[in-house]
């Protein structure tokens, strides 16, 4: 499975942005896709997550009310909406897929396929 992220970019504090992860191979076979980010000299967290098989949703509470997480299963791709940009959202955003469903989708360690990273950066 390939994962391909992309959307990120340079955006005025209060804007907004959509992250696309377009998954080819074995893209069928993916029950969860999550979104993670890190910003310089900080650990990497997981900001959203979407579980396939029952379209649940994880977000942190950082995110919560800002950050919204879809899908579109024909074009075997998984958005992160992000609106009301904060100077602290600015980071690497990544996107990961496991072939399998869990609870702990903010679990990095339960993610097998990684996409390259997508830069997103909010002036204030």
């Known amino acids: 499975v390939q994962l391909q992220a992309s959307g990120g970019g340079l955006v005025q504090a209060g804007g907004s942005l959509r992250l696309s992860c377009a998954a080819s191979g074995r893209a069928f076979s993916m029950y969860v896709v999550g979104w993670f980010r890190q910003a310089p000299g900080k650990e990497r967290e997981c900001v959203a997550a979407?579980?396939?098989?029952?379209?649940?949703?994880y977000y942190a509470d950082s995110v919560k009310g800002r950050f919204t997480a879809t899908r579109d299963d024909a074009k075997n791709t998984v958005y992160l909406q992000m609106s009301s940009l904060k100077p602290d959202d600015t980071a690497v955003y990544y996107c990961?897929?496991?072939?399998?469903?869990?609870?702990?989708?903010?679990?990095?360690?339960?993610?097998?396929?990684w996409g390259q990273g997508t830069q997103v950066t909010v002036s204030s």
């Open positions: 979407i579980r396939l098989d029952d379209d649940y949703t």
């Open positions: 990961a897929a496991a072939p399998r469903s869990f609870g702990s989708t903010w679990d990095e360690t339960k993610y097998d396929y």
